[in-house]
RNA sequence: GUGCCUGUAGCUCAACGGCAGAGCGCCACACUGUGGAUGUGGAUGUUGUGGGUUCGAAACCCAUCAGGCACCCCA
């Protein structure tokens, strides 16, 4: 055992009680973006380091990405994230896809970071993206696109929140307040970490970045300000949208939501638990306008989110929304009495399976206690075992496992009878 | 890359310088044609690894590896 050689630093290991939640996920994931006329589709899993050199932020590229040489000499990247594989994707075919386009994948990432809770350094990743449209209300979609979602796994407004906010409106206020492009990007990641932080610390490094103390209390003042968006037609539609698509519950205005990523230039959203343990967006996403004329398309505006598996499956599990986990997908185990009747559970298991039963067989003879016992494990619903007793008389014996009532029943009659005790549920 | 914490049985942990233990799980039996309950018995460890201090180290010191948490960044 101690020489085991370890799994990879931050990979994940799925053994049948998290894939059943990573399968959980992925179901809840393609129905919400299918209710909403989304196509799936995907992209390579690697790609050349130049893909994200050309847009995705330095941190990402440089610190963040798994990259090596191929045998030809070649950087590669494990992608990092989807929007540029999808950005090439549809400027290569721009001409011939049809416009609306509403696509939704749910695959494999990686970053190279620290794992701690909630981050991984290989983890499953949903994006949905909208594209070729440019209005408050597709925005408003995607955002319904994610509530959907948190309501379909069980998390109601109470527990969970989008919350809103606009690079527009925001660059508003910085004009207002003569604060200079430069330093922008800076004080909206300072920003997005107040949360995080306390305020005197804050104040402190708001200072630093060179903030004169009228514009830290004027910004202070705008960053407390959550009736602001009432002052942008733009959000005055988001909302409007959003309570006719009948989520307006899960949606909040938040001043204080900038998000990280530099090619947002409109609207930007990130979900959170409102009082869990964890500090981390469960979503985030926003409007790009600008990808597609960066990676040598035709301008198109876009829209569109992500969502990590990590987070979600931390929240729904400690929050006890997992559904009970099923050991085996078998319901009924055909137990093997001894050698000579092998062929005979055998030929029973087969009958059954073409009835459409999942069925195992115990694959020995053993003690019927310890086939019982494994049957009890495996959580089955049916237990069946033929001995000399039945066979003789061509019937078998069926054993309700939840009840405990026990059945001898005509073998050719055993399909029909399994098939009303499953339905009994 | 930085800081703090933790590595003891399959799992959760105790022992905190003096014989390595408990609970759960596992296996067997009570009960050789039937699971869940109960009882009895049993197996499992180079105490992460390497070195040092000591009469004596799981414990103290150093190094190293691994994990967790936080920073950074972000899904």
Redesign the pocket.
């Known amino acids: ?2 020489n085991l050689i ?1 799994p990879i ?2 990979t994940r290991e799925f053994y049948p009680e998290q894939m059943a939640l990573r399968n959980f996920i992925y179901e809840k994931v393609r129905a919400v973006s299918q209710a909403f006329g989304y196509q799936e589709w995907d992209g390579p899993y690697i790609e050349s380091i130049d893909l994200y050199a050309a847009k995705s ?1 330095e ?2 590229v440089k610190k ?1 990405s798994f990259v090596f040489e191929d045998r030809g000499g070649d950087l590669v990247a494990l992608r990092p ?1 989807l929007t540029p594989s999808l950005a090439r994707m549809i400027a290569a075919r721009q001409n011939e896809l049809t416009f609306p386009l509403r696509w939704w994948s749910f695959g494999p990432f990686w ?1 190279y ?8 350094r290989e ?1 499953f ?1 949903w994006n949905i993206d909208l594209l070729g449209v440019d209005s408050p209300e597709a925005d408003a979609e995607l955002i319904a696109v994610a509530a959907a979602f948190l309501r379909s796994v069980g998390l109601d407004p109470r527990r969970t929140a989008v919350f809103v906010n606009n690079r527009r409106l925001m660059d508003a206020q910085f004009d207002a307040l003569d604060i200079p492009h430069e330093k922008r990007l800076e004080i909206s ?1 300072l920003i ?2 107040r949360s ?1 932080m306390d305020s005197a610390k804050w104040d402190a490094n708001a200072l630093e970045l060179g903030l004169n103390e009228k514009q830290l209390d004027a910004m202070k003042n705008v960053l407390g300000d959550y009736d602001l968006w009432k002052k942008n037609e733009e959000l005055v539609r988001l909302f409007a949208a959003l309570e006719a698509l009948g989520v307006k519950e899960y949606v909040q205005f938040d001043p204080n939501i900038m ?3 530099l090619y947002y230039t409109g609207t930007v959203f ?1 979900a959170f638990e409102i009082s869990g343990s964890l ?6 996403g926003g409007r790009y306008d600008n990808l597609l004329a960066d990676v040598g398309g035709q301008p198109l505006p876009a829209v569109g989110f ?3 598996d ?2 979600i499956g931390i929240i729904l599990q400690e929050s006890g929304l997992v559904p009970e986990f099923h050991p085996s997908p078998a319901s009924v185990l055909v137990t093997v ?1 001894d050698e000579s009747m092998l062929a005979k559970s055998y030929a029973l298991s087969s009958t059954l399976r073409r009835a459409g039963v999942n069925v195992m067989v115990y694959p020995e003879p053993a ?4 086939q ?2 494994f ?3 495996m959580k089955l619903r049916i ?1 069946i ?1 033929i ?4 066979a003789e008389k061509g019937q078998v ?1 069926v ?6 009532a ?1 059945q001898i029943v005509p073998e050719d009659a055993a399909v029909e009878f399994v098939g009303h005790l499953l339905e009994s549920q």
Do not use: C, H, W, Y
Request: charged share 40%.
């Open positions: 055992m101690k370890q630093k931050g932020g941190e990402l963040q994230e970053r970071e620290q794992p701690q809770k909630g981050r991984s983890f990743q990641n997005d970490r995080k998000r990280g990523l990130e500090k981390r967006a469960i979503l985030g992500a969502m990590g990590v987070v009495f003690r019927l206690q310890k019982f016992k049957a009890d494990k237990a075992t001995g000399p007793d039945e014996a054993k309700d496992l939840k009840s405990g026990q």
